[in-house]
């Protein structure tokens, strides 16, 4: 009897190549289009309509079933809540991180098996092997696509059940293999931001949900007030744009929550926005096993090259990340995640 397979399919071309994909290695190929926010029909930002008709056209072409279910609730519950917590308490934190971890390698993982499958899939870029026992998640073969970063904090349950046909395919090969089988979507452009926000103001939509306090701009070299900010949330450290000051370029340089003050630096090499230590917590290891102390290759945000680092316990829920080079801006709410060689390690909230 085929295994089952149930793909999570977003209307873009990397899922839809990855069920076709899964199809041609023999597998019985099930779609999912999961909604995970609710939007009214007026909201211009939100794309939701059109990504869910571009699985159902995809679906066709690839002979497939398609459900639409929605898991709103349990995204508002669980992403969009910790969400905001994050920006009332002045960080800044990565949802995407966090829904895979709590959405798409969980409530929808529960809800493929409930239905019988074998495994999920998805378009990811990443890599996993198994041995003697423990499954391990790796880099992609497209360094420039892998998105290991964002998967830290699944477990082995997650990783075993877990299919990633993108493995070892670079991005034009995906559009080449899309356009070659008519798939209707192969020249999509690839999501970016916030899936919740869309293209909208970022200021406008935070202001919904939280009350902002305009305060000081500081020089954080002079220490000298150089201008007014609309509130600290708005602000995330190496920022550069939005911050409306002259002269620059201008970065955010720091927060001081009691007296409500923005620190900026100027110019990207400022050392001020530099540091070479961070605190991490709610740490999370693929393996099931507790981080080990030692050397390790991170990354403090998706796009930036692998760091030397070592890593010890400050207690048994807190490390202390130890960089051999400067990082530019260490950023609270951020995550930190930890590499050997080619495999995903974990990692940890930057505190």
């Given at each position: 009897m085929r295994q089952t397979v149930v793909v999570a399919m977003s209307g873009g071309v990397d899922s839809s190549v990855a069920a076709y994909l899964l199809k041609q290695q023999g597998y019985n190929v099930k779609g999912i289009f999961m909604q995970n926010w609710e939007s009214d029909a007026q909201d211009k930002h939100c794309t939701i309509k059109q990504d869910a008709l571009d699985v159902i056209?995809?679906?066709?072409?690839?002979?497939?079933?398609?459900?639409?279910?929605?898991?709103?609730?349990?995204?508002?519950?669980?992403?969009?809540?910790?969400?905001?917590?994050?920006?009332?308490?002045?960080?800044?934190?990565?949802?995407?991180?966090?829904?895979?971890?709590?959405?798409?390698?969980?409530?929808?993982?529960?809800?493929?098996?409930?239905?019988?499958?074998?495994?999920?899939?998805?378009?990811?870029?990443?890599?996993?092997?198994?041995?003697?026992?423990?499954?391990?998640?790796?880099?992609a073969e497209d360094l420039n696509k892998d998105q290991s970063y964002f998967l830290y904090r699944l477990n082995q349950q997650q990783v075993t059940k877990s299919l990633f046909p993108l493995a070892n395919l670079i991005k034009p090969e995906v559009r080449e293999i899309a356009k070659k089988i008519g798939l209707p979507n192969a020249n999509k452009k690839d999501s970016t931001g916030i899936c919740f926000i869309g293209k909208r103001d970022f200021r406008e939509f935070l202001n919904?949900?939280?009350?902002?306090?305009?305060?000081?701009?500081?020089?954080?070299?002079?220490?000298?007030?150089?201008?007014?900010?609309?509130?600290?949330?708005?602000?995330?450290?190496?920022?550069?744009?939005?911050?409306?000051?002259?002269?620059?370029?201008?970065?955010?340089?720091?927060?001081?929550?009691?007296?409500?003050?923005?620190?900026?630096?100027?110019?990207?090499?400022?050392?001020?926005?530099?540091?070479?230590?961070?605190?991490?917590?709610?740490?999370?290891?693929?393996?099931?096993?507790?981080?080990?102390?030692?050397?390790?290759?991170?990354?403090?945000?998706?796009?930036?090259?692998?760091a030397s680092c070592a890593v010890e316990y400050k207690d048994d829920e807190t490390i202390s990340v130890s960089f051999k080079t400067p990082q530019f801006a260490i950023t609270s709410g951020q995550s930190v995640v930890l590499y050997q060689d080619n495999v995903c390690v974990g990692g940890g909230i930057i505190w």
């Open positions: 056209a995809a679906a066709e072409v690839l002979g497939i079933d398609i459900d639409i279910i929605n898991f709103a609730k349990d995204y508002k519950d669980k992403v969009f809540a910790y969400f905001i917590s994050e920006y009332k308490a002045y960080r800044t934190p990565n949802p995407d991180i966090l829904c895979n971890s709590e959405i798409k390698f969980k409530v929808f993982l529960e809800y493929a098996m409930n239905c019988g499958a074998d495994y999920i899939a998805t378009g990811h870029y990443v890599s996993k092997i198994e041995k003697d026992g423990v499954s391990y998640l790796l880099k919904q949900y939280i009350a902002y306090q305009p305060g000081d701009i500081f020089c954080i070299d002079s220490e000298k007030q150089i201008g007014k900010h609309q509130g600290l949330s708005y602000y995330t450290i190496g920022q550069r744009q939005g911050i409306g000051l002259s002269g620059g370029p201008w970065f955010v340089a720091g927060k001081n929550i009691e007296k409500n003050i923005l620190f900026v630096a100027k110019g990207h090499e400022n050392p001020l926005l530099y540091g070479s230590n961070l605190i991490a917590k709610q740490l999370s290891s693929i393996s099931g096993l507790k981080i080990a102390p030692g050397d390790y290759k991170a990354k403090i945000r998706y796009r930036m090259q692998d």
